[in-house]
């Protein structure tokens, strides 16, 4: 991808969207919302604190999150559609 983010940001690939509802119906572009949940794809080296040190990210490449409606900066690099967000920014990691 080429892509290194920086400080405490994070690079995440959004799912696609669902085809149907969960009653069977099929639903047209216009009415699929963007889903809320992604995929890890970069990391940043985390932030730089007052003391000089920097901090751990408790994510790392590869990971399952959620994030808010609003989170983030969409890129496209390519064909493919991105999000950059800092970490503070993520909801929840989704566990296996």
């Known amino acids: 991808m080429g892509l290194k983010p920086l400080e405490d940001r994070i690079v995440v690939k959004r799912y696609e969207s669902e085809e ?26 985390g932030k730089i604190l007052e003391s000089g040190e920097r901090s751990t990210m408790s994510l790392k490449k590869g990971d399952k999150i959620l994030f808010g409606k609003y989170s983030g900066t969409e890129i496209t690099i ?15 990691k989704i566990k296996k």
């Open 20 to 45: 149907k509802s969960e009653g069977g119906i099929f639903l047209p572009d216009t009415a699929k919302e963007k889903p809320q949940k992604g995929e890890v794809v970069a990391v940043g080296e």
């Open 78 to 92: 390519g064909k493919e559609e991105f999000i950059i967000m800092r970490e503070s920014e993520v909801l929840a």
